[in-house]
């Protein structure tokens, strides 16, 4: 791979000029004059080469990786990182970096705050606390240090008394999904709507047919809901996605009173429940109904996406359905990830972690609310202070799919809240997804939106 120790980027100064070197590197990235692969010069030689503070450089690099556009691995340097082509698809995956110059999608974290000295040594802890026969197959419900990690954690995080023996470790929270799906017989499934078309295309593929249950400022209309011909609900109690509404202490009462007298079941998933900012969040439901709600967590909105560790706490009636399913399935996830990850919870790295992207984020959103106030004041946010998004509502009439359109042309990915609904016509709005961008460029994203707009 080439390494590049000098690079021509444009002369700008005073205070623009580290802005002007992360647009020029951006713009070197996508027209391809970087190749992929290619080795930046370290931060320090960039710095005296530019003749600029080494945390400016040390700034935009990171601010490039949290992008897409840049990896950077301690002891291999920043390469240039492969891109797509922009693309319009406000569904489109996570998995792969899109060449957006504001990427507001929603979903992801701050991928550049993950510990990673931390999680390094935690993964070193676990395999030196390994026995040979710990590398053998693993216990298909997961490791047991975790799963007891976990239940104290969610017992004292999200006020859920558990036992190890219920959790059920799996590949995040879509695996989750996928093995209570295969627990079930089939049959149609209430799914919120509006919802991620991910999750109902994902109960379509192992058999269930989806219905979207409307959704208003109080959660899921748990009416609807019993006047459907489903018995089991898919739900974000906690922090509806995408609309950001919390379910209402009286929906709450509704639906665990719906599941009581139909015998039906609730999966709560609880995807982002800790990251609320103005208050405790509220405990999770499955504590209040054990035997009718089955509970879904993973690490992808605290750590990241990449690390696939999830689990399920389903009733006791299909605990030992799903276990089978999931022995079927893998074998179990992989036993040494989940050991650095009980390491992290038990000593204290993973609360530490938690608490400071808490400050983070909370920061993030303020500043995105502020600027959305100050160029776009007829825009109007939706939703508890909470989470890694937030819906913004646009002036009744508006098109939000055309908006989402003159934004992707302008290298803003911000999609249309009318891309999330399954049948329901509801307000046109944008969801912006702010953890994984800095204030300044939160700010400039707005100043972008505005101008396209």
Same mark, same amino acid.
């Given at each position: ?318 605990? *030992? ?77 508006? *098109? ?54």
């Amino acid at each position: 791979m080439e390494t590049i120790r000098e690079l021509l980027l444009p002369a700008a100064t005073g205070g623009r000029r580290g802005r002007a070197v992360e647009a020029a590197l951006r713009d070197a990235i996508r027209t391809g004059r970087l190749a992929v692969g290619t080795r930046l010069p370290s931060s320090r030689d960039l710095a005296r080469q530019l003749g600029v503070a080494r945390g400016t450089v040390t700034a935009l690099y990171e601010q490039l990786t949290a992008e897409g556009y840049l990896l950077s691995k301690r002891g291999s340097g920043t390469r240039v990182a492969p891109i797509d082509e922009p693309t319009p698809n406000p569904q489109a995956s996570a998995a792969k970096p899109q060449a957006w110059e504001f990427d507001l999608r929603p979903g992801l974290p701050a991928l550049s705050a993950f510990p990673r000295a931390e999680w390094l040594a935690a993964e070193r802890e676990a395999l030196n606390a390994t026995p040979d026969l710990g590398l053998g197959y693993p216990d298909p419900t997961g490791h047991p240090a975790l799963r007891a990690e976990l239940a104290a954690y969610l017992g004292r995080v999200r006020a859920l008394p558990t036992n190890p023996d219920d959790i059920v470790i799996t590949g995040g929270a879509a695996e989750a999904l996928s093995l209570l799906a295969d627990a079930l017989p089939d049959q149609r499934i209430a799914v919120e709507d509006p919802s991620h078309h991910g999750q109902a295309n994902l109960l379509r593929d192992h058999g269930l047919e989806p219905t979207g249950i409307p959704v208003d400022d109080k959660g899921i209309d748990v009416s609807a809901l019993s006047t459907s011909a489903c018995s089991v609900v898919l739900v974000t109690a906690a922090h509806q996605f995408p609309l950001g509404v919390a379910l209402h202490p009286e929906r709450r009462r509704q639906l665990l009173a719906w599941a009581a007298e139909t015998g039906g079941l609730i999966l709560e998933d609880d995807y982002d429940a800790e990251h609320r900012y103005d208050r405790p969040a509220l405990g999770a439901m499955r504590a209040l109904a054990p035997e009718h709600v089955a509970y879904i967590g993973s690490v992808s909105k605290v750590l990241a996406p990449a690390l696939r560790i999830g689990w399920l706490i389903p009733p006791r009636r299909l605990r *030992d359905t799903v276990a089978r399913v999931k022995e079927m399935h893998d074998l179990g996830c992989p036993p040494l990830p989940q050991a650095a990850l009980a390491h992290l919870i038990a000593t204290g790295g993973y609360d530490r972690h938690l608490r400071r992207t808490r400050r983070l984020y909370r920061a993030r959103r303020d500043a995105l609310i502020e600027a959305l106030a100050q160029r776009l004041p007829g825009w109007q946010p939706v939703g508890i202070a909470a989470g890694l998004h937030l819906v913004v509502r646009l002036p009744d009439g508006t *098109d939000d799919v055309r908006v989402q359109e003159k934004l992707a042309v302008a290298g803003v990915h911000a999609p249309a809240l009318s891309t999330y609904s399954h049948t329901a016509t509801g307000y046109p709005g944008l969801v912006l997804g702010y953890a994984a961008l800095a204030p300044d460029r939160l700010r400039a994203a707005v100043e972008r939106i505005a101008s396209a707009c």
